[in-house]
């Protein structure tokens, strides 16, 4: 799938030469970067922005659906223009958000662990499912089950600018705008032809990412109609966590130390009352005590996913009459994404073991047989190599098997998705000043998982089963190979047979329809406030949509039998569709009046009728609105406000997956006595403590060698839930606007926002699980505690007491769906922008920052009302800065413009040190992480201070020079991340599996370091 990066520069050194060669060929006029007047590049607001068209004519304002070209709404909306897109160079949609301060970094090419292969926004960290992603003005087929749109199927190269709208925007978009929306304009009636090709490269010689595009328009019929073609393709080569110093190592955020995998190499296995035991780097007894050789799973994961997509766009509009126009548009692209993890294993499932198992060493079995009250002459007896099973003197013993399987190679999951979305339409005119438009599209999303090197858990039992070197016992499944899972890595059993018996090829399909049409009138009347100008304008319509979604997983997927898989991938079938009566009134009360310039007032309101395709669901209403206000007292001075009541309905995730045992984020479980290296972090339970640990499901035998969870992280069971309701959000912004007349093209925007969500569809946190059962201080339960419900849903692994093992006996918490939750968040967006010609040189500032004062999550009624800005953690996911901005700058001088970016992210605490540790479910001893100096098996970092309990403010610039060589034909040369700031160093656990991956957030910051940016664009 990979091509070599010296044919790509080939590719682009020979695409460059054709274009200058076609230098003399006629072309528009290229546009300077800053023109006086018109808005800098940066995150601008829509006063700034240039309310256009799209590529079919459609005019869009994000926000409402009256079309009008003059209109300027009471909602901030945060604009990326065409100009800041093509100087950041982002070959992807969700690396150009994930940048922008008020979007918090989601599913992404920095996520490696917890990729599905899709792309993802997080508006106001009020979740991805919280936010609709447009194209136009219009919703498309979403990816998966949570409904969410696939950031990498929007073709980039159309896109003119990005809009991003916060608050409640369900009025005028449906269910699911709960904290905004993220709306891409594509460019109107494109004409020419247009190539960009670009390169990125980092400093070091690695994470490729190749690009091209090739885009072409025409007029036709004197200009009553407009086509354009796009077709583009892009590969990004993966990034290894083991080709960066700070990543070769698996830090533990515990220790500071080497961290890594308990499930590890050579093999850990439980013995009841001792704990969990390795075997000796020759397989012949075990190693004294329960420490042991975490495995480092870090070089085998990546920092930078592989990535490959081919896109294709097409619209069209024709005006058939004067009257009357038609438009279309199309979307198809296919994507491939590969995920690439550490090698599978057993992680601490139960296997039988025969005591006349051929590896089996006279010192294992004794031990085995000691801790299983076997007697000496009982356990001598059951070593006979004849014995099978059902024979007399045939023994077995259960133990919980943690062990890489190194030699089968790493897990990589390839997702392969086809995508594509139609669109046809009709709009025209019902007098001057009305207009009517009608359309439907249906669009279809396919991912296919093709999941290799994952070890099955049958088998892993199965190549146990043996008493010879040769063959396995009858009824074991065909093909089975004995292994010698007693002695070291790579010995001479691990023969091609023996791997190719133990893993097999899954796959898993996801599909997603959604079916919609829409149709509304909008204008106005003609009549107008008595002192006002302007008219009434309004829009009133219908919609429906009807979305549907599936999942096949063939057995090994949806039984569970892939090894360390994060649990089984269940069948999942749902539908549901919504009719929907939409209206929306723009009053403008006073206009050119003293301190009344203008008073405008807006009102929209929405009907939902949703039918979910359930036995026996009567599906439910609802209703949306929202309020708004702005008064422009003098030229230059705006204040507005808007108050909006949002709704999101529960997804098809939400409301059918079956429940199921799968992974979650817990570094500490105050049972345990052990850290995940085998060291004794506290004394054994006693008390109330010990009698919760016993109720559920420790035993006298294990109680005092319970180990904290493997690498961070512990089973939890849940699942959808079909009595869901819809949750609802309310949201309020009050802003002002100054644009001073004294200092021309200088705007100034202040907007506070404040976003509430009651009813929210949540499930609790780890930490409020541990914390319901086991007390603020998670570690002294009150007395009763061990008959509390909230205790006892917490189920462990028999047979070694701990959170970690066999999906089948260990759920682990209970995290299921509810409706129970709450989310606020509130804060200050600051938008500002001046441009300035002095004669020689064009320059402009535009700069956007956002103070984020609270993003508050409670599970549910009672808990603890957690708080994440300024932390991190397994709770709160990845850093939450309360001061985020970007800043450029830019001059251009004779056609050469010249950028610097400046993004900041503010710092961050780990939230076990936030002074109230306590009631957010950190014990003392674990409230703080590490701090000191890294010991030597930090490898490179050896020596190195760190303190991983705080990640200071981190500060990025990137240089970009755009050079107009010709009319047609311009070059982009850039440096981003200047001066090669690395990471933060949190070790491996400090966050969510998710985003702390490669001892720190590589979503959040840059793991590639400094990187050179290449591009050439030709117009005709």
């Known amino acids: 799938m990979r091509t070599t990066f010296r044919s790509r520069l080939l590719t682009t050194t020979l695409f460059v030469g054709a274009v200058m060669a076609a230098g003399s060929a006629s072309a528009q006029q290229v546009d300077s970067t ?5 808005p800098a590049p940066g995150v601008v607001t829509q006063e700034g922005a240039d309310t256009s068209e799209t590529s079919t004519g459609d005019i869009v304002v994000t926000g409402t659906l009256i079309k009008n070209p003059n209109l300027v709404q009471a909602t901030p909306v945060k604009v990326v223009g065409a100009d800041e897109i093509d100087l950041r160079q982002s070959n992807t949609a969700e690396g150009l958000l994930r940048e922008l301060p008020g979007i918090t970094p989601s599913i992404g090419s920095a996520v490696n662990n917890g990729n599905g292969g899709a792309s993802f926004a997080n508006l106001r960290n009020l979740g991805s499912n919280r936010n609709v992603v447009l194209l136009d003005g219009v919703r498309l087929v979403p990816a998966e089950l949570n409904g969410r749109f696939d950031l990498n199927n929007i073709p980039l190269a159309l896109v003119d600018r990005v809009d991003v709208l916060t608050g409640g925007a369900s009025t005028t978009y449906g269910a699911d705008a709960v904290s905004g929306v993220i709306n891409f304009i594509t460019r109107r009636d494109f004409a020419g032809l247009e190539a960009n090709a670009s390169q990125q490269i980092s400093e070091r010689g690695d994470a490729n990412v190749f690009r091209v595009d090739l885009t072409i328009g025409a007029n036709f019929d004197d200009g009553r109609g ?31 130390g080497g961290g890594g995998s308990g499930t590890a190499v050579p093999s850990r296995f439980s013995l009841p009352g001792q704990g969990t035991r390795q075997v000796n ?3 012949t007894a075990f190693v004294p005590g329960n420490a042991f050789t975490a495995f480092n799973f870090n070089p085998f994961n990546v920092y930078q996913t592989p990535f490959e997509r081919f896109n294709i766009y097409g619209a069209a509009n024709y005006q058939v009459s004067d009257d009357v126009e038609v438009y279309t548009r199309g979307i198809f692209s296919k994507n491939t994404v590969e995920t690439i993890i550490a090698p599978s294993g057993s992680f601490g499932f139960a296997v039988g073991i025969p005591l006349n198992n051929p590896f089996l060493t006279d010192g294992l079995r004794n031990t085995f047989c000691g801790a299983n009250n076997i007697s000496a002459a009982d356990c001598a007896a059951a070593a006979n190599p004849a014995l099978t099973p059902g024979a007399a003197g045939y023994r077995t013993v259960t133990s919980a098997l943690f062990r890489r399987a190194t030699e089968v190679g790493p897990r990589v999951s390839e997702y392969t998705t086809q995508f594509f979305d139609y669109r046809l339409g009709a ?27 994952y070890t099955l858990n049958t088998r892993v039992r199965d190549s146990f089963l ?26 001479a059993t691990w023969t091609p047979a023996a791997i190719d018996f133990l893993n097999e090829t899954s796959t898993v399909l996801t599909r997603t329809t959604l079916a919609q049409a829409r149709g509304t009138i909008s204008g106005d009347f003609g009549v107008s406030s008595p002192i006002s100008e302007n008219p009434i304008s309004f829009a009133v319509g219908g919609e429906y949509r009807k979305y549907g979604a599936s999942r096949r997983s063939d057995t090994l997927a949806s039984g569970g039998d892939l090894g360390g898989a994060g649990g089984p991938q269940p069948n999942v079938d749902g539908s549901y569709d919504v009719y929907e009566a939409i209206g929306e009134l723009i009053v403008p009360l006073i206009q050119n009046r003293p301190f009344f310039q203008d008073l405008t007032v807006e009102g929209g309101i929405r009907y939902s009728s949703y039918t979910i395709d359930a036995a026996g669901d009567p599906g439910f209403n609802t209703t949306t609105w929202k309020v708004a206000g702005s008064w422009t007292p003098v030229n230059g001075l705006k204040f507005r406000g808007n108050y909006a009541r949002a ?20 570094q500490d479980d105050p049972c345990a006595t052990f850290n995940d290296n085998g060291a004794r972090i506290r004394p054994n339970p006693t008390g109330n403590l010990r009698a919760v640990c016993l109720a559920q499901g420790a035993t006298a035998a294990t109680i005092d060698s319970i180990a904290q969870p493997i690498s961070g992280q512990a089973n939890s069971t849940g699942g959808g839930n079909l009595l869901l309701q819809p949750e609802v959000g309310t949201s309020w912004i009050a802003g002002v606007v100054f644009q001073p007349t004294f200092v021309p093209r200088l705007s100034i925007s202040v907007d506070y926002f404040n976003i509430k969500v009651k009813g929210a569809i949540t499930q609790p946190t780890p930490g409020d699980a541990i914390t319901s059962c086991f007390g603020a201080n998670a570690g002294s339960p009150p007395a009763g505690a061990a008959t509390d419900p909230n205790c006892t849903v917490i189920r462990r692994d028999p047979l070694t007491g701990g959170l970690n093992g066999d999906p089948n006996t260990t759920p682990g918490l209970f995290l299921t769906q509810s409706n129970l939750g709450m989310l606020k968040t509130s804060g200050v967006d600051v938008t500002a922008n001046y441009a300035h010609d002095i004669g020689f040189a064009k320059l402009s500032l535009a700069g956007t920052l956002t103070w984020t004062d609270e993003s508050k999550f409670q599970a549910v009624p009672g808990s603890y009302v957690r708080d994440c800005v300024g932390y991190y953690s397994a709770n709160c996911g990845q850093p939450i800065p309360e001061w985020q901005w970007t800043v450029r700058g830019t001059a251009t001088i004779e056609g050469v413009d010249v950028s610097l970016l400046w993004r900041h992210i503010g710092g961050t605490r780990y939230e076990g040190a936030a002074d109230d540790f306590a009631a957010r479910g950190f014990t003392t001893a674990s409230r703080a992480i590490f701090q000191g100096t890294l010991p030597a098996t930090a490898g490179v970092l050896a020596g190195e201070q760190v303190n991983f309990n705080r990640v200071g403010a981190k500060d990025y610039f990137d240089l970009t020079s755009r050079i107009n060589v010709s009319e047609n034909l311009t070059f982009t040369v850039g440096i981003q991340n200047l001066f ?22 590589p979503s959040t910051y840059d793991t590639i370091g400094r990187r050179y940016v290449m591009a050439a664009k030709i117009r005709f």
């Open 34 to 38: 800053v023109t006086p007047g018109a």
């Open 226 to 256: 407009n086509a354009v073609f796009s077709i583009g393709y892009q590969e990004a080569d993966p990034l290894y966590q083991g080709d960066r110093d700070f990543g070769v190592l698996a830090l533990s955020s515990a220790t500071g």
């Open 281 to 283: 780097a020759t397989g």
């Open 427 to 453: 709009r025209g005119a019902i007098t001057e000043t009305i207009d009517w438009d009608v359309f439907g599209s249906y669009g279809e999303s396919e991912n296919l998982q093709a999941i290799q090197g």
């Open 466 to 491: 043996a008493n010879n070197v040769s063959s396995c016992f009858a009824g074991t499944a065909a093909g089975c190979v004995p292994i010698n899972w007693f002695g070291p890595e790579n010995n």
């Open 647 to 666: 709704v999101r309905a529960p997804n098809i995730a939400e409301l059918f997956s079956p429940v199921v045992t799968g992974l979650t984020n817990l």
């Open 980 to 1001: 090669d700031i690395e990471p933060p160093l949190v070790g491996g656990e400090a966050g969510s599996t998710t985003f702390n991956s490669g001892n720190t957030f």
